[in-house]
């Protein structure tokens, strides 16, 4: 028995991977036959406005032409396909442009009352309504932190921060509805109560009958806290769902089974409580190194619980997987193996094949969290996915294996070059030149297939961004052996390695929950200290 009127999955397209149109109908087919009737597409900006040349300029965003062709293919599928924009935060791409420089609050937050907004908004919905066939869109509205607090406070004075987001809503709900728009948006700041005076009536008195709000939560499992946030969001509105999430969006790889125990008590609780609509979240934050593909083991499951064909027991059917996808579902899932690569199996959300590619050579110290001898594993992950690679989604499986190579070389890098310089050990410092000259290749190789893996399934635009950092590690490797080889022939002080290294007061263990997750690009930063 289904547990749920509608079943959607949400495809982030707009934070650095724009998919390619036809990779959206390979989701939508697949997507269709797990049984997701609906489909939204993440489009923060990934659109294009005529009336706005500037708005996704150069980021590889869908014509009008493009949405109208997926919709219609959605059509085909039986998927309803239904756009999520932003109509508050999420917008901080458009600040480096004059055109746009007085319509910010913050730096990722409009500024409520602009006037120059509601045309761009107004821009914006009309640009939607001409490529979607749906006359239902999800307008964002979470993470607006800091509204009030930049510009709008400078010229206006201090205000009410929910107060501005409701303030903001009454100038948009008429736009909404002059397209035919019957609007759902996150909760998560309309429900907050900290630094406010706004009660749950007020929200609920603003909002239009029709209107949903979305609950989402990617880590919480227990039941009864689930059970309260629920209760207290139908003070809110009339209408609720709720947005789990797949863990594809923090490096290289998926966390899939972490994924699944958040999704099946997230589902178990909506059920229960009578939430009609549960999402999973594909969210493509950092460049999205990690494909959607690499999802659909969790996608599976939960389509599986949600339509009453699994019991989250070990009943789940894996020849249906093979059926829709193609691929063998333990081989799909063998991707976790990226940040699990001694296959210890627990429900993580590790990121730490990303944090071991970047740590710094000379001034990182992420490794010292890698288990010792952890390259003998690398490298036989490495020769495992070499197999799959000649199969379904073999560029997902050629990818990881280049990771997998790259790490398998890395790895004990830098803990050798600390060790050896403290010793002042000429010839394993020049032995660590040699292996320096192998990781160079590795990562060479590594650039020329991330490349092919890439733009395979998007449009080009956002491989600019992992080619700069890639090609930075190029040149930290020619650093270090520079610097390496200047202290063994002629005994010159490496100063960055000098005192010795500190073991960071955080644990991103590979095998816990609490492993580091934090956004990719600081996590570089923090690679380098």
Request: hydrophobic letters at 40%.
């Amino acid at each position: 028995m289904k547990k749920f009127e509608h079943l959607s999955a949400l495809v982030e397209c707009s934070s650095g991977v724009v998919p390619k149109v036809e990779t959206i109908k390979k989701y939508l087919d697949i997507f269709s036959r797990m049984g997701y009737d609906r489909m939204y597409l993440g489009l923060a900006d990934a659109y294009k406005i005529p009336e706005e040349p500037f708005f996704n300029y150069k980021r590889g965003g869908y014509t009008t032409d493009d949405l109208r062709e997926m919709d219609d293919y959605a059509k085909r599928c039986g998927v309803e396909l239904i756009p999520q924009i932003q109509l508050l935060s999420h917008l901080h791409f458009l600040r480096k442009y004059p055109e746009y420089s007085g319509i910010f609050d913050t730096d990722n937050v409009l500024m409520v009352g602009e006037e120059r907004v509601y045309q761009l908004i107004e821009h914006m919905i009309k640009a939607i309504s001409e490529g979607f066939s749906s006359r239902r869109i999800h307008i964002g509205l979470d993470e607006v932190f800091g509204i009030g607090t930049g510009e709008y406070l400078k010229k206006y004075g201090p205000a009410d921060k929910k107060e501005l987001i409701l303030r903001h809503l009454r100038r948009v709900f008429p736009i909404l509805k002059k397209y035919g728009y019957t609007c759902e948006m996150w909760a998560d700041m309309l429900l907050e109560t900290d630094n406010t005076a706004v009660t749950a009536e007020q929200v609920r008195a603003v909002l239009p009958d029709e209107s949903t709000l979305f609950l989402w939560d990617y880590e919480e499992n227990d039941e009864a806290r689930l059970a309260a946030m629920i209760d207290r969001g139908k003070a809110y509105a009339q209408n609720l769902a709720f947005a789990g999430g797949v863990w594809k969006y923090i490096g290289f790889g998926p966390c899939n089974r972490y994924s699944v125990s958040r999704l099946l008590p997230q589902m178990k609780v909506c059920s229960q409580k009578g939430i009609r609509h549960f999402m999973v979240t594909l969210w493509s934050d950092n460049g999205a190194p990690c494909s959607v593909y690499a999802a659909l083991p969790a996608l599976f499951v939960a389509a599986e619980y949600a339509n009453g064909a699994y019991d989250g027991g070990e009943d789940l059917d894996k020849e249906k997987f093979r059926t829709i996808a193609g691929i063998g579902y333990d081989d799909m899932l063998s991707l976790e193996y990226l940040n699990d690569p001694l296959k210890q199996g627990g429900r993580t959300r590790s990121s730490s094949s990303f944090w071991a590619f970047y740590t710094d050579l000379l001034l990182g110290n992420f490794d010292l969290f890698l288990t010792p001898g952890i390259e003998k594993a690398y490298a036989q992950r490495a020769n495992e996915y070499a197999v799959l690679k000649t199969g379904p989604f073999g560029h997902v499986f050629a990818m990881s294996e280049a990771v997998m190579r790259v790490l398998a070389v890395k790895a004990p890098l830098p803990g050798r070059i600390r060790e050896a310089y403290a010793r002042k050990d000429r010839r394993a410092l020049l032995a660590c030149v040699e292996e320096i000259g192998r990781l160079k290749r590795a990562i060479s190789d590594f650039m020329g297939v991330f490349e092919d893996y890439f733009r395979t399934d998007n449009r080009p635009f956002g491989l600019e961004v992992h080619q700069l950092y890639l090609g930075g590690q190029l040149v930290r490797c020619d650093y270090a052996v520079e610097r390496l080889t200047a202290f063994c022939e002629r005994g010159e002080t490496v100063e960055e390695l000098e005192g010795g290294v500190l073991r960071l007061n955080y644990d991103p263990p590979l095998t816990q929950d609490n492993s580091c997750m934090m956004d990719c690009r600081m996590l570089i930063s923090y690679c380098i200290p």
